[in-house]
């Protein structure tokens, strides 16, 4: 809770309507006067609407006070009726999509517990308790229980889960920006569907700082037919971001030119006595700036650390508390970190790299300062010269309140289909009474009784391709007519496998005598041999053995530039973020009111002079020769995954009319045609080529759709539960998993090609590599779009980093860099 100047007398907290037994509520208010707090409008609202018995969304600032706001009134209760400690019945469930986040909450709502003589059981559940506490909990759940929405599906699993739940009265759902929507989200969903049938006079609050649309948000966490509430704040916490600006910009700039060069101008800017976080985009960044801020200043070791969601648990722990305690005054971290952890004692943020998008530098810059009302500031560090020009576009955004929207979305059938087998897993289920109950999650409430029907074949005998295979006969009806587990062992099976977060075989990483420092993707460790090094955990390290599911290691005192890679490293921008920079690049004048922008205005006035800057309604075609062959360059500036749906859509198009081969490159800002022979690209460029209209023939036409779709459905396979990562005592790995959802596919593609997995692997296909809704939008726009067309001697600016970016495919660094210079030399002067 954030420290306020204003006192009030404790009976002030009481709402404008009793809400609860008076000596309880002045209890409370005591408790919080000796904090030096007083209750915001926003938390005695919540507290109100929870005593009306409503449910729905608390949708305030970082740092604000949203979980006292969400727990006070339930905790209000347990004082009013206190349990005795030895009684069973959960009566608060706390749900956190971050491990992380769940230590925070429960020391949080321990100290007032304990403060105010509650003596109940609190415990946090997630995949870091330990053993012998999650088997106790299986019998016997505390009062209050904070926990992760995978953790929480895991419960519902086991038989006696209604008795179990029965007695919950309140259900918070933390970071519901980062749940709602998705797949996690709809598996939370189905989960409080279930629970609300099992108690019914439970409420569900979802908390978040960041949303475009709360009333959806909202929506989505109190289920169909269920009025939701939605608490604000008038709480203005403004968000500053400043750049670190290079000493030069090329007129010429390329991905990754400017990449470590920025790393003294960031230490230089570092105070080591201020507590410091370094957000990168992915967990290679962090290893790699981590060590590069180390090597640059020695004499930080022990004040510096490094955290993301790989390193142990233990590791990240320490890190944590380095935070709190101020031992650590710096630590390089990805999204581990942003999220609601809370560390006041934070007073800078810094972004390496551009951040892509508006939601992701509110939350991240609200790591800082995280107390009520206080301003936040982050500093954004370039890796190329055109991430400024990213930089001031969020900037603008920001000032004026943009939040993206998120895509929700509907009916995936690979999560019903895990929640029916956990169903059965648990109670057991009669099919009518669980169609009704799934309904009402707002993510299937369109859900036909045929869908229902067709998923619940799939997982009772295989449905029309599996049946004569005994393994997927997971579920059977008893004489009753539940249908149960149809054996102890799938069940258990099933539970080792519970959850829809999608990532590579992970392998634990472990010194041959010590300690474990976290888990490593396969994909990358399997290319190692015995005595290669790489740097893992900001430490050299020397692989030794592979054995199972775990990578042996030693300290190595060599050095390796060698760092872990993981998948996912290319974050696009977001739609509205596109917009903003759209709309930056047609004012000219805001030019020289932003630093970044006037940082780069040598980019920008060499692109006008050569070619041209596009407005907001145009859009820019630059076409040129050189040794290479035919170029077009288009600049939608929409983004990495739309452009990458783009290209090949544009080149089918283009061959339909002509017949010719080409090679694509995209990136944020644009794409690249390269054709050997000569093609009348202007001649074909008019609005009517970027019609939306067959935009999914043309799609299916120009995109290898099916492989996609084949590599989506291992995802959905092991969701669904037609392949398993983990059995008792052994583990799947990632080869043997795509041999078996490779094989399903292709019998399902044969013989079921209105298979609904096949059908839904095809959508998150076009979405998840091309964010296909986005693309239709996309084309909507450019065929309404002034198409400036220029012809030029050589590439421009803007092009440059297109071209640079197919050259490195095949060159190494220093040669990338050789043939840049090159370049740059040769088309120096216009």
Same mark, same amino acid.
């Given at each position: 809770m954030p420290r306020t100047s204003a006192k009030k007398s404790p009976a002030n907290i009481q709402p404008s309507e009793p809400i609860g037994a008076e000596a309880v509520w002045a209890k409370i208010g005591a408790w919080f006067a000796q904090q030096g707090w007083q209750p915001t409008e926003f938390q005695r609202a919540a507290w109100l609407a929870y005593q009306k018995k409503k449910s729905g969304l608390i949708y305030v600032p970082t740092g604000s006070g949203k979980t006292y706001a969400a727990v006070f009134a339930a905790i209000a209760e347990l004082l009013q009726n206190p349990p005795h400690p030895k009684d069973d019945g959960l009566h608060l469930l706390y749900i956190t999509p971050l491990r992380a986040l769940s230590r925070d909450v429960e020391k949080s709502i321990r100290k007032p517990c304990d403060d105010l003589g509650l003596n109940i059981r609190i415990e946090t559940r997630t995949g870091d308790t330990k053993a012998s506490l999650r088997r106790k909990q299986q019998q016997r759940l505390p009062h209050i229980l904070i926990t992760t929405p995978e953790s929480f599906a895991l419960l519902l699993s086991y038989p006696g889960a209604q008795e179990q739940f029965r007695q919950t009265r309140c259900v918070v759902m933390d970071e519901w920006h980062e749940l709602a929507g998705g797949k996690r989200g709809i598996l939370l969903e189905l989960g409080l569907a279930r629970l609300r049938k099992m108690a019914p006079a439970v409420r569900t609050w979802a908390l978040s700082a960041t949303l475009a649309d709360p009333q959806t948000a909202a929506r989505l966490a109190v289920g169909e037919g269920n009025k939701a509430t939605i608490v604000k704040a008038d709480i203005a916490r403004p968000v500053f971001l400043r750049s670190l600006l290079p000493e030069r910009v090329d007129a010429f700039p390329w991905a990754g030119h400017l990449g470590l060069s920025m790393r003294d101008k960031l230490v230089a800017d570092l105070d080591i006595e201020r507590s410091t976080l370094i957000f990168t985009n992915?967990?290679?960044?962090?290893?790699?700036?981590?060590?590069?801020?180390?090597?640059?200043?020695?004499?930080?070791?022990?004040?510096?650390?490094?955290?993301?969601?790989?390193?142990?648990?233990?590791? =990240?722990?320490?890190?944590?508390?380095?935070?709190?305690?101020?031992?650590?005054?710096?630590?390089?971290?990805?999204?581990?970190?942003?999220?609601?952890?809370?560390?006041?004692?934070?007073?800078?943020?810094?972004?390496?790299?551009?951040?892509?998008?508006?939601?992701?530098?509110?939350? =991240?810059?609200?790591?800082?300062?995280?107390?009520?009302?206080?301003?936040?500031? &982050?500093?954004?560090?370039?890796?190329?010269?055109?991430?400024?020009?990213?930089?001031?576009?969020?900037?603008?955004?920001?000032?004026?309140?943009?939040?993206?929207?998120?895509?929700?979305?509907?009916?995936?059938?690979?999560?019903?289909?895990?929640?029916?087998?956990?169903?059965?897993?648990?109670?057991?289920?009669?099919?009518?009474?669980?169609?009704?109950?799934?309904?009402?999650?707002?993510?299937?409430?369109?859900?036909?009784?045929?869908?229902?029907?067709?998923?619940?074949?799939?997982?009772?005998?295989?449905?029309?391709?599996?049946?004569?295979?005994?393994?997927?006969?997971? &579920?059977?009806?008893?004489?009753?007519?539940?249908?149960?587990?149809?054996?102890?062992?799938?069940?258990?099976?099933?539970?080792?496998?519970?959850?829809?977060?999608?990532?590579?075989?992970?392998?634990?990483?472990?010194?041959?005598?010590?300690?474990t420092l976290g888990m490593i993707e396969e994909g990358f460790i399997s290319r190692l041999q015995k005595g290669d090094r790489f740097v893992f955990a900001g430490r050299t390290l020397e692989l030794f053995r592979m054995e199972e599911a775990r990578v042996l290691v030693r300290l190595s005192e060599k050095t390796s530039r060698a760092i872990t890679k993981w998948p996912g490293s290319r974050m696009p921008i977001s739609e509205s973020l596109s917009a903003e920079i759209r709309a930056l690049l047609s004012d000219r004048k805001r030019w020289h009111e932003s630093a970044e922008l006037s940082a780069i205005e040598v980019i920008l006035q060499r692109q006008a002079e050569v070619s041209a800057v596009p407005a907001a309604h145009q859009l820019l075609a630059e076409i040129c020769r050189t040794?290479?062959?035919?170029?077009?360059?288009?600049?939608?500036?929409?983004?990495?995954?739309?452009?990458?749906?783009?290209?090949?859509?544009?080149?089918?198009?283009?061959?339909?009319?002509?017949?010719?081969?080409?090679?694509?490159?995209?990136?944020?800002?644009?794409?690249?045609?390269?054709?050997?022979?000569?093609?009348?690209?202007?001649?074909?460029?008019?609005?009517?080529?970027?019609?939306?209209?067959?935009?999914?023939?043309?799609?299916?036409?120009?995109?290898?759709?099916?492989?996609?779709?084949?590599?989506?459905?291992?995802?959905?396979?092991?969701i669904t539960g037609l392949v398993n990562q983990n059995y008792p005592g052994r583990r799947n790995l990632t080869r043997q998993l795509q041999a078996s959802a490779s094989l399903l596919f292709d019998v399902f593609q044969r013989y079921e090609p209105d298979n609904l997995l096949l059908r839904q692997a095809e959508r998150e296909a076009l979405d998840q590599f091309f964010e296909a809704s986005r693309l239709q939008r996309t084309l909507q726009r450019l065929s309404s779009a002034e198409i400036l067309l220029r012809q030029l001697p050589h590439p421009t600016p803007f092009g440059f980093p297109l071209l640079t970016e197919r050259v490195s495919s095949h060159l190494t660094n220093e040669s990338i860099a050789d043939r840049v210079a090159k370049l740059i030399k040769q088309w120096s002067d216009p």
């Open positions: 992915t967990r290679y960044q962090a290893e790699k700036w981590f060590q590069e801020i180390l090597d640059a200043r020695p004499e930080w070791a022990g004040l510096i650390a490094l955290h993301h969601g790989s390193l142990d648990m233990r590791v =990240r722990e320490f890190v944590e508390a380095g935070i709190k305690s101020g031992a650590l005054k710096l630590v390089v971290c990805t999204s581990s970190l942003d999220l609601g952890v809370d560390f006041p004692q934070v007073e800078r943020v810094y972004q390496i790299g551009s951040p892509k998008g508006i939601a992701r530098t509110v939350q =991240r810059a609200g790591r800082a300062r995280h107390r009520l009302g206080e301003p936040c500031e &982050i500093a954004c560090v370039p890796t190329h010269a055109l991430e400024l020009l990213e930089f001031a576009a969020t900037r603008s955004a920001v000032e004026k309140g943009e939040v993206e929207k998120r895509p929700f979305l509907q009916k995936p059938f690979d999560v019903l289909a895990q929640h029916l087998v956990s169903c059965a897993t648990g109670d057991g289920f009669i099919p009518e009474d669980l169609f009704a109950e799934v309904k009402t999650a707002h993510s299937f409430c369109n859900l036909t009784w045929q869908e229902f029907v067709w998923v619940l074949a799939l997982v009772e005998h295989g449905g029309e391709n599996l049946h004569a295979y005994g393994e997927y006969h997971k &579920i059977a009806r008893d004489e009753a007519g539940t249908f149960r587990i149809a054996s102890p062992r799938l069940g258990h099976v099933h539970r080792m496998n519970i959850g829809t977060i999608q990532s590579d075989a992970q392998l634990e990483v472990k010194f041959l005598r010590g300690k040794r290479e062959g035919h170029h077009l360059f288009l600049y939608p500036f929409e983004g990495r995954l739309v452009h990458e749906g783009l290209a090949p859509l544009l080149a089918y198009r283009f061959a339909r009319l002509q017949k010719a081969s080409f090679s694509l490159t995209v990136n944020d800002y644009g794409m690249e045609f390269l054709c050997r022979e000569a093609f009348p690209f202007q001649e074909v460029l008019t609005a009517a080529f970027f019609s939306p209209e067959n935009l999914a023939e043309d799609t299916l036409a120009s995109l290898n759709i099916s492989n996609m779709a084949k590599r989506q459905f291992r995802d959905i396979a092991r």
